[in-house]
């Protein structure tokens, strides 16, 4: 079921009709997201579930995003890709006090006015906790030669001339 994806949703209603959302959402749309990209080119694979729990009443969504997202590996400062699949289970509530009633399933989704909301900005949240804080490869990315910098420099230290070898030497010239 692929369709255009809508730039604002009324979320409430949504659940009620039990719909699916699902497309693709350009990086570049999510500027926060930018800015911690090493590039924003490609897209997020969204598919959001809409629904009402059957148990609790409770309207909420079950979203994936899947992407790619470039980073720099803080390790070896070179561009990395980052493959990120969030599941996320979102109860909406309209307000901070029944987050308390809800299922240990669901994170709260505070919705406290009428306004329609911007779809992207779900999934940025979520994509954005989804990086991780120190980016790195999988990959043992720094070339051999960094590992023996450290022996390097005791060979240095070891090659000066002692202080007694100098002495010696003026010594003999007695
Ligand atoms: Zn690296």
């Given at each position: 079921?692929?369709q255009k994806l809508?730039?604002?949703?009324?979320?409430?209603?949504?659940?009620?009709?039990?719909?699916?959302?699902?497309?693709e959402?350009?990086?570049?749309?999510?500027?926060?997201l930018?800015?911690v990209l090493?590039?924003?080119?490609?897209?997020?694979?969204?598919?959001?579930?809409?629904?009402?729990d059957?148990?609790?009443?409770t309207?909420?969504v079950h979203?994936?995003f899947?992407a790619s997202l470039?980073?720099?590996?803080?390790?070896?400062s070179?561009?990395?890709?980052?493959?990120?699949?969030?599941?996320?289970?979102?109860?909406?509530v309209?307000?901070?006090r029944?987050?308390e009633?809800?299922?240990?399933q669901?994170?709260?989704w505070?919705?406290?006015?009428?306004?329609?909301?911007i779809?992207?900005s779900?999934?940025?949240?979520?994509l954005?906790?989804?990086?991780?804080?120190?980016?790195k490869?999988?990959?043992?990315?720094l070339?051999?030669?960094?590992?023996?910098a450290?022996?390097?420099?005791?060979?240095?230290?070891?090659?000066?001339?002692?202080?007694?070898?100098?002495?010696?030497?003026?010594?003999?010239?007695?």
């Amino acid at each position: 079921m692929h369709q255009k994806l809508p730039i604002e949703i009324d979320p409430f209603r949504l659940a009620k009709s039990g719909l699916i959302l699902e497309g693709e959402l350009p990086l570049k749309v999510m500027r926060r997201l930018s800015e911690v990209l090493h590039d924003d080119h490609g897209s997020v694979h969204v598919k959001m579930n809409f629904d009402v729990d059957k148990v609790l009443g409770t309207p909420y969504v079950h979203g994936e995003f899947t992407a790619s997202l470039s980073l720099i590996c803080e390790r070896c400062s070179e561009p990395m890709q980052y493959k990120v699949n969030v599941q996320c289970s979102l109860a909406m509530v309209s307000n901070e006090r029944k987050i308390e009633s809800l299922a240990e399933q669901y994170e709260p989704w505070v919705i406290d006015n009428d306004n329609p909301v911007i779809l992207s900005s779900i999934v940025e949240d979520e994509l954005i906790l989804a990086i991780p804080l120190i980016p790195k490869h999988d990959h043992s990315c720094l070339p051999a030669e960094a590992w023996f910098a450290g022996e390097e420099i005791e060979e240095g230290v070891e090659k000066k001339v002692s202080p007694f070898a100098v002495l010696a030497a003026l010594k003999s010239k007695d």
